[in-house]
C-alpha cells in the first residue's frame, strides 16, 4: 500500500518559499544549542560544511569520515567548477535561468522548490569560498572568471584551474578544523558508520567501528546527518574514489529511510576509457574540456588511420551536427548516449573502438590567433601561433592535459583525447524533504547521498553547488525545524537498549561475513555485480535484460553468502572486511536499482529505457503516468513497497527537452 509523502514544501510563491520559511521556521536559542549533540557522518563538501556551519552555531557536533582525513573525500575529484547565477559575464543570466536550466536538464523530474533554492543560494556560495581564500580562476582585471558546462548557454560555472573539488574543500576544511581546534567539532577520522540507532521512532545515533582498531564505538546524537556521497561504485567500475560505497545510507535504508529514484544515474562523456580487465576505476577527464575541445569521429566505419590523418571532411562533428544549437555542451546524458551510438554503429576510435576524440586543435590554433593579436603579431607563423596557443590551453587546463598524459602515455596537446562514457554520480539517493530530513525523524541526508536537486540528471558543476548549499545555507536553517522541539531530550546514554541491541546486529554481520570461509574474494564479488549493472542497467536499459539482471544478482546475492572468504580478524584493521561489507550492501542496492529501473516504463535523461525512445533516439518521457519521485521503502529480503511524491510545476512549461 503506498504512502502518501509530505515534502513539507512551505507555502507562497517560487521566489518567496525559501525568504519566508527562513523568517518564520522555529529557532534553537543560542544557550540550548551548546546541550544539543549533531552526529555528521561524511565530510566531504556536504559534510565538511555542515559541521563547520552548525559548531559555529554553537551546536556539539561530532564527525565521522573513513578516510585518514577529510582532505581525502572524494569531493576533491571534482575537477571543472562550481555553477552560479551571478551574471558575471552579463551574458543574460539569473537565479531563475539557472533553476530553468536545472530542472530543464533533469528532464523535469526534480522537485521545483529544492531547485529553485538550490539556484538562489548559488552566488552566496561563491562569496564565501572567495572569504575562505578558494583561489578561484581570475580575469585580467581581477574579476572571478567564469566558463560553460553542459546544458546552458550561458558562463556561470567558477572555477580553479582543473581542481575546483580540491581547492573547494580546502575551504571548508579549513573551517571544519578551525571548529575542531576550539573543541565544537570532535574528528573521528578511520571511522565507518555501520547502523543507525533508532530510540521511539527517532535516530538517535550511530554504531561506527574504528577500522584501525576493528573496535565498534556507540554515539549518541539528538539528530543524524548522512554526507556520504553517491553509489556509483555499484557499477565497480566509476570515476569514483575505490573507497566511496552506500554503506551508510542503506543501513539508514534498512531503518526506514526511503530511498528515491534509484535508477537515476549519471554517465559522464568525457572519460579515458577501460583499457582492460586489470582496471579497478576509471578516470574522468572534467566536462570543462567540452568548453574548448570538439567531438569527433571519422565519416569512415572502421577508420584506422591516426587522427591527425583524416582531413576536416571526413570528421563527423556529430554534437554538432546533431544539437547545433548547444553543439558540444548538450548535457551528460546526451552527450554520452551519441558516443555510444556512434561506437556501436562501427564509427569508433582506438584499439577497442569504444572511444571518440576529443579534440583541442581548433581551440589551440584560436587562442593562439588571439595571442598573436594581443602583441600586435599580424603575420605570426602557423608554428608561432600554435606555441602561443599551447600556452593559453595550459593555462585553463594543464593538469587535465597532464594527467591524460601520464594514463595514456599520448600528448594531448599533439593528438585528439580518447574519451568514452563512464558512471559518474548518481541523481538517486535517500529521499528527503524540503528540510533535507529522510522518512526518518531525526535522520536528515545532504549533497549526493539525497536524491532531491538534479532529477533524471545532472548538469555539470552542479554536484559542488549542492553540496555546499546543503552545509552552508540550507541544514543551519532547516534543522531548528525539528531541534527545536528536542531541546529538553537529554543526552541518552550509550548503554540504553537501543545501542546494545545496534551494536549486537553490527557484531552478528560482522561474524557472519568471516565464518562463511568460502573461496571468492569480496572484490570478485563487486566486479561481477558491476559487469550485471553496466549490461543491463547502464546506459541503456530493457525490460528483459532488466528482469535478467535482478535474477543474476539474486543468484550473485545467495552465492555470496555462501562462498565468501574474507581473510584475518574482526578486531584488527581489515581492509578486506571493510570491502565485505560494502559489496554486500552493493549486491542488495543493485537489485533495487533494476526493480526502479523496470517500473519506470520511460525513458528521463539518464534513464534510458530502448522501449521508449522518439524516432531520433532520444529519451521519450510519460509525463502523465511517471511524473513522480519513486520513493522505495524496504520491507524486507528483496522486498520493497514504492511510495510516490507527485511532482507538480506550477512555473515553467513542461516540453520535450530539446538541444538543437
Same mark, same amino acid.
Given at each position: 500500500m503506498s504512502k502518501k509523502i509530505d515534502a513539507k514544501i512551505p507555502e507562497s510563491t517560487l521566489s518567496e518559499k525559501w525568504t519566508k520559511y527562513r523568517s518564520t521556521v522555529p529557532l534553537v536559542n543560542p544557550a540550548n544549542k551548546r546541550s544539543i549533540e549533531i552526529i555528521v557522518v561524511g565530510t566531504g563538501l556536504a559534510g565538511a560544511s555542515a559541521a563547520a556551519t552548525l559548531a559555529e552555531l554553537g551546536y556539539k557536533v561530532k564527525a565521522f569520515c573513513f578516510q585518514d582525513s577529510p582532505r581525502r573525500a572524494h569531493s576533491i575529484a571534482a575537477q571543472g567548477g562550481i555553477n552560479a547565477a551571478k551574471n558575471y559575464q552579463n551574458d543574460g543570466d539569473s537565479v531563475y535561468r539557472l533553476f530553468y536550466d536545472t530542472i530543464k536538464g533533469g528532464d523535469y523530474r526534480a522537485r521545483e522548490a529544492n531547485v529553485h533554492r538550490l539556484a538562489e543560494v548559488s552566488g552566496n556560495i561563491i562569496d564565501q569560498c572567495v572569504a575562505q581564500g578558494v583561489p578561484f580562476a581570475r580575469e585580467y582585471g581581477g574579476l572571478l572568471s567564469n566558463r560553460s558546462f553542459g546544458g546552458t548557454q550561458v558562463q556561470r560555472t567558477f572555477y580553479a584551474a582543473g581542481q575546483t573539488g580540491q581547492q573547494l574543500l580546502l575551504g571548508a576544511y579549513s573551517g571544519l578544523e578551525r571548529q575542531i581546534g576550539i573543541g565544537t567539532v570532535t574528528m573521528y577520522n578511520r571511522h565507518e558508520m555501520l547502523e543507525v540507532v533508532m530510540i521511539d521512532g527517532k535516530a538517535r545515533g550511530i554504531i561506527a567501528r574504528n577500522l584501525i582498531t576493528g573496535e565498534l564505538e556507540r554515539h549518541f546524537g539528538h539528530a543524524v546527518l548522512l554526507c556520504t556521497g553517491g553509489y556509483g561504485n555499484v557499477f565497480y567500475l566509476s570515476t569514483n574514489a575505490?573507497?566511496?560505497?552506500?554503506?551508510?545510507a542503506w543501513k539508514a535504508h534498512k531503518q526506514g529511510a526511503y530511498f528515491g529514484n534509484p535508477c537515476f544515474t549519471q554517465i559522464h562523456p568525457t572519460c579515458i576509457p577501460v583499457s582492460g580487465d586489470h582496471q579497478s576505476k576509471l578516470t574522468l577527464m572534467s566536462e570543462s574540456l567540452r568548453n574548448d575541445g570538439r567531438i569527433w569521429v571519422p565519416k569512415k566505419k572502421d577508420d584506422t588511420r591516426p587522427a591527425n590523418a583524416i582531413p576536416e571532411d571526413e570528421r563527423d562533428y556529430y554534437l554538432e551536427r546533431r544539437y547545433p544549437a548547444f553543439g558540444n555542451l548538450v548535457p551528460r546524458d546526451i552527450a554520452s548516449r551519441a558516443a555510444k551510438e556512434r561506437c556501436d554503429a562501427g564509427y569508433g576510435v582506438g584499439t577497442s573502438k569504444m572511444a571518440v576524440y576529443l579534440d583541442y586543435a581548433s581551440a589551440i590554433d584560436r587562442y593562439g590567433k588571439i595571442e598573436a593579436n594581443k602583441k600586435g603579431l599580424h603575420n605570426a607563423s602557423k608554428e608561432e601561433i600554435i606555441v602561443m596557443g599551447k600556452a593559453v590551453v595550459k593555462e585553463k587546463y594543464g593538469n587535465l592535459f597532464d594527467m591524460y598524459k601520464q594514463i595514456t602515455g599520448e600528448d594531448p596537446y599533439e593528438v585528439p583525447m580518447r574519451i568514452y562514457p563512464a558512471v559518474h554520480y548518481t541523481m538517486g539517493g535517500l529521499w528527503v524533504d524540503y528540510n533535507l530530513m529522510t522518512s526518518v525523524p531525526g535522520l536528515y541526508a545532504l549533497g549526493e547521498a539525497n536524491f532531491s536537486d538534479h532529477g533524471a540528471n545532472r548538469l555539470g558543476a552542479s554536484a559542488l553547488m549542492q553540496g555546499l548549499a546543503d552545509g552552508y545555507f540550507v541544514i543551519p536553517y532547516t534543522i531548528g525545524a525539528y531541534l527545536s522541539g528536542e531541546i529538553r531530550t537529554k543526552a541518552i546514554p550509550t548503554d540504553h537498549p537501543a545501542?546494545?541491541? *545496534?551494536? /549486537?546486529?553490527?557484531?552478528?554481520?560482522?561474524?557472519?561475513?568471516?565464518?562463511?570461509?568460502?573461496k571468492q574474494s569480496p572484490e570478485s564479488f563487486h566486479k561481477r555485480l558491476g559487469k550485471i549493472m553496466w549490461d543491463k542497467c547502464g546506459m541503456a536499459r530493457n525490460e528483459q535484460g532488466l528482469k535478467e539482471a535482478i535474477e543474476e544478482i539474486r543468484a550473485l546475492k545467495k552465492e555470496f553468502w555462501s562462498d565468501l572468504r574474507v581473510m584475518g580478524d574482526a578486531d584488527e584493521f581489515n581492509p578486506e572486511l571493510d570491502k565485505a561489507g560494502r559489496v554486500a550492501d552493493f549486491i542488495e542496492l543493485?537489485?533495487?536499482?533494476?526493480?526502479? *529501473?523496470? /517500473?519506470?516504463?520511460?525513458s528521463c535523461g539518464g534513464h534510458f529505457r530502448e522501449e521508449y525512445q522518439t524516432e531520433e533516439g532520444e529519451a521519450m518521457r510519460d509525463d502523465e503516468n511517471y511524473m513522480y519521485v519513486a520513493a522505495w521503502e524496504y520491507e524486507g529480503d528483496s522486498k520493497w513497497t514504492l511510495n510516490k511524491e507527485p511532482l507538480i510545476y506550477e512555473n515553467i512549461k513542461i516540453a520535450q527537452r530539446s538541444y538543437k
Amino acid at each position: 500500500m503506498s504512502k502518501k509523502i509530505d515534502a513539507k514544501i512551505p507555502e507562497s510563491t517560487l521566489s518567496e518559499k525559501w525568504t519566508k520559511y527562513r523568517s518564520t521556521v522555529p529557532l534553537v536559542n543560542p544557550a540550548n544549542k551548546r546541550s544539543i549533540e549533531i552526529i555528521v557522518v561524511g565530510t566531504g563538501l556536504a559534510g565538511a560544511s555542515a559541521a563547520a556551519t552548525l559548531a559555529e552555531l554553537g551546536y556539539k557536533v561530532k564527525a565521522f569520515c573513513f578516510q585518514d582525513s577529510p582532505r581525502r573525500a572524494h569531493s576533491i575529484a571534482a575537477q571543472g567548477g562550481i555553477n552560479a547565477a551571478k551574471n558575471y559575464q552579463n551574458d543574460g543570466d539569473s537565479v531563475y535561468r539557472l533553476f530553468y536550466d536545472t530542472i530543464k536538464g533533469g528532464d523535469y523530474r526534480a522537485r521545483e522548490a529544492n531547485v529553485h533554492r538550490l539556484a538562489e543560494v548559488s552566488g552566496n556560495i561563491i562569496d564565501q569560498c572567495v572569504a575562505q581564500g578558494v583561489p578561484f580562476a581570475r580575469e585580467y582585471g581581477g574579476l572571478l572568471s567564469n566558463r560553460s558546462f553542459g546544458g546552458t548557454q550561458v558562463q556561470r560555472t567558477f572555477y580553479a584551474a582543473g581542481q575546483t573539488g580540491q581547492q573547494l574543500l580546502l575551504g571548508a576544511y579549513s573551517g571544519l578544523e578551525r571548529q575542531i581546534g576550539i573543541g565544537t567539532v570532535t574528528m573521528y577520522n578511520r571511522h565507518e558508520m555501520l547502523e543507525v540507532v533508532m530510540i521511539d521512532g527517532k535516530a538517535r545515533g550511530i554504531i561506527a567501528r574504528n577500522l584501525i582498531t576493528g573496535e565498534l564505538e556507540r554515539h549518541f546524537g539528538h539528530a543524524v546527518l548522512l554526507c556520504t556521497g553517491g553509489y556509483g561504485n555499484v557499477f565497480y567500475l566509476s570515476t569514483n574514489a575505490m573507497g566511496s560505497n552506500v554503506t551508510a545510507a542503506w543501513k539508514a535504508h534498512k531503518q526506514g529511510a526511503y530511498f528515491g529514484n534509484p535508477c537515476f544515474t549519471q554517465i559522464h562523456p568525457t572519460c579515458i576509457p577501460v583499457s582492460g580487465d586489470h582496471q579497478s576505476k576509471l578516470t574522468l577527464m572534467s566536462e570543462s574540456l567540452r568548453n574548448d575541445g570538439r567531438i569527433w569521429v571519422p565519416k569512415k566505419k572502421d577508420d584506422t588511420r591516426p587522427a591527425n590523418a583524416i582531413p576536416e571532411d571526413e570528421r563527423d562533428y556529430y554534437l554538432e551536427r546533431r544539437y547545433p544549437a548547444f553543439g558540444n555542451l548538450v548535457p551528460r546524458d546526451i552527450a554520452s548516449r551519441a558516443a555510444k551510438e556512434r561506437c556501436d554503429a562501427g564509427y569508433g576510435v582506438g584499439t577497442s573502438k569504444m572511444a571518440v576524440y576529443l579534440d583541442y586543435a581548433s581551440a589551440i590554433d584560436r587562442y593562439g590567433k588571439i595571442e598573436a593579436n594581443k602583441k600586435g603579431l599580424h603575420n605570426a607563423s602557423k608554428e608561432e601561433i600554435i606555441v602561443m596557443g599551447k600556452a593559453v590551453v595550459k593555462e585553463k587546463y594543464g593538469n587535465l592535459f597532464d594527467m591524460y598524459k601520464q594514463i595514456t602515455g599520448e600528448d594531448p596537446y599533439e593528438v585528439p583525447m580518447r574519451i568514452y562514457p563512464a558512471v559518474h554520480y548518481t541523481m538517486g539517493g535517500l529521499w528527503v524533504d524540503y528540510n533535507l530530513m529522510t522518512s526518518v525523524p531525526g535522520l536528515y541526508a545532504l549533497g549526493e547521498a539525497n536524491f532531491s536537486d538534479h532529477g533524471a540528471n545532472r548538469l555539470g558543476a552542479s554536484a559542488l553547488m549542492q553540496g555546499l548549499a546543503d552545509g552552508y545555507f540550507v541544514i543551519p536553517y532547516t534543522i531548528g525545524a525539528y531541534l527545536s522541539g528536542e531541546i529538553r531530550t537529554k543526552a541518552i546514554p550509550t548503554d540504553h537498549p537501543a545501542f546494545v541491541e *545496534a551494536e /549486537n546486529a553490527v557484531k552478528e554481520r560482522i561474524n557472519k561475513l568471516l565464518t562463511i570461509k568460502g573461496k571468492q574474494s569480496p572484490e570478485s564479488f563487486h566486479k561481477r555485480l558491476g559487469k550485471i549493472m553496466w549490461d543491463k542497467c547502464g546506459m541503456a536499459r530493457n525490460e528483459q535484460g532488466l528482469k535478467e539482471a535482478i535474477e543474476e544478482i539474486r543468484a550473485l546475492k545467495k552465492e555470496f553468502w555462501s562462498d565468501l572468504r574474507v581473510m584475518g580478524d574482526a578486531d584488527e584493521f581489515n581492509p578486506e572486511l571493510d570491502k565485505a561489507g560494502r559489496v554486500a550492501d552493493f549486491i542488495e542496492l543493485g537489485e533495487l536499482m533494476c526493480i526502479d *529501473a523496470l /517500473n519506470r516504463n520511460e525513458s528521463c535523461g539518464g534513464h534510458f529505457r530502448e522501449e521508449y525512445q522518439t524516432e531520433e533516439g532520444e529519451a521519450m518521457r510519460d509525463d502523465e503516468n511517471y511524473m513522480y519521485v519513486a520513493a522505495w521503502e524496504y520491507e524486507g529480503d528483496s522486498k520493497w513497497t514504492l511510495n510516490k511524491e507527485p511532482l507538480i510545476y506550477e512555473n515553467i512549461k513542461i516540453a520535450q527537452r530539446s538541444y538543437k
